[in-house]
């Protein structure tokens, strides 16, 4: 059994420092010999009360004394839960990935020698009581179970959030949607891709954006939520090249035109066939509209003919043979690919 930290150690060092007994502070604060007893070895609560009578007499904020006893009773339920240190270490640190996200420098570990505090560091990047809330946070997300680990998901998700604490975005108004993406789709004609500008942008037009590298493994590429009222989209940064990145940055687009309001309650990752496949035909029409697809396919497939195109129409060309590629009308191998992707 490791030794817990308590209030009560500190008050008893404090007493000691300045000469004054335990029952002389009883009586100062109205309790009995007993109660304060129980307070310096730890085995009552402190209220929120007493922790301001402490305060009163003493000067030690109240805010201090609840936060030592709120993290000692945190530590004991989870403790209690895991039966001993030796198994909840075993699982904490296989479960939540914790040597990956100290690599990644994810969270910032108050003290990584001890598991309990590793574990209390990690419920509050997660934001949550304790992890029994886990399975109920599942719910609140939408995404394919088959070959995802949830934990590696809601771990990316909170660092996400973290990122975009610091951006200071406009009020979002969906009549400005078009707007962005206008703007978006200029960008991405006359830029590679600028991670730095898609947020500037998406800020300006009151979207939160983030683009975070996953956990190793994680089979996912965005999600879209909403923030108060404020729309966030997060993208990971495993796409292969500029038609990628943009076609998963408009599948999230599509998504916050159609199911923003969904997306206060939820997180969507995957949302059913029909969510994903209306988001996946509004991020190609966003792409490529309709008519120049029947351009494109009905004319000579060549690099002069495209590049023509391309720019009559302000059509990337990594768009274009992106395009193609996928559809199989040409050959990644091909040179018009190769020549004209761009990373």
């Given at each position: 059994?490791?030794d817990?930290?308590y209030?009560?150690?500190?008050l ?7 000469n004054i007994?335990?029952?002389e502070?009883?009586?100062r604060?109205?309790?009995?010999q ?6 310096i070895?730890g085995k009552?609560r402190i209220t929120?009360e007493?922790?301001?009578n ?11 004394i609840?936060?030592v006893?709120n993290?000692?009773i ?11 240190i030796d198994?909840?270490?075993k699982?904490?640190t296989i ?9 990644r420098?994810w969270i910032?570990?108050?003290d990584?020698?001890?598991i309990?505090?590793v574990?209390i560091?990690?419920l509050?990047?997660?934001?949550i009581?304790?992890?029994d809330?886990?399975p109920?946070?599942?719910k ?8 995802n680990d949830?934990?590696?998901?809601a771990?990316?998700?909170a660092?996400?959030?973290?990122t975009?604490?610091q ?5 979002y108004?969906?009549y400005?949607?078009?707007?962005l993406?206008?703007?978006l ?8 891709i600028?991670?730095?500008?898609v947020?500037?942008l998406?800020n300006?037009y ?8 996953a956990l190793?493994?994680?089979k996912i ?8 009222k404020?729309p966030?989209i997060y993208?990971t940064d495993?796409y292969a090249?500029k038609d990628s990145?943009?076609f998963?940055l408009?599948h ?5 035109k ?7 309650n939820k997180v ?6 029909l969510?994903?496949?209306k988001?996946?035909?509004?991020a190609l029409e966003?792409m490529i509209?309709?008519n120049i697809w029947k351009?494109?396919?009905d004319g000579e497939?060549?690099e002069k003919t ?8 302000k059509?990337p060309?990594?768009f ?11 050959t990644?191998?091909s040179?018009?690919?190769?020549e004209n992707y761009?990373?």
């Open positions: 059994m490791i817990m930290i209030f009560g150690k500190y008893k060092d404090y007493l000691e420092y300045n007994s335990q029952t502070f009883a009586t604060i109205g309790i009995t007993k109660h304060m007893n129980e307070i070895n009552t929120l007493m922790a301001g402490i305060e009163r007499l003493t000067g030690i904020k109240s805010e201090f609840i936060n006893e993290s000692r945190l530590k004991e339920n989870i403790l209690r839960q895991y039966g001993n198994n909840l270490k699982e904490i479960k939540y990935h914790i040597n990956e996200i100290k690599k420098n910032k570990f108050k990584e020698t001890d309990l505090q574990c560091d990690l509050d990047f997660l934001k009581k304790d992890f809330i886990i109920k946070l599942e609140q997300i939408l995404f394919k179970k088959t070959g949830f934990n590696k998901i771990l990316w998700i660092h996400c959030d973290e975009i604490k951006q200071n975005v406009n009020e108004n969906s400005n949607l078009m707007l993406i206008k703007d789709q200029e960008l991405a004609y006359n830029n590679s600028d991670i730095d500008k947020r500037e998406l300006k009151g979207i939160y954006f983030a683009c975070e590298k190793t493994g994680t590429r965005g999600c879209f939520r909403v923030k108060g404020q966030a993208v495993n090249g990145f943009f998963e408009f999230e687009l599509g998504h916050c159609s199911d923003y309001n969904e997306g206060k969507i990752i995957d949302g059913n066939d969510k994903e496949e988001a996946d035909k509004f966003v509209p309709e351009k494109i396919v497939i060549n495209l590049k023509e195109i391309s720019i009559q129409e059509t060309m990594s274009i043979v992106g395009r193609l590629a996928k559809n199989g009308i040409i990644y191998k040179k018009l690919y190769r761009q990373k």
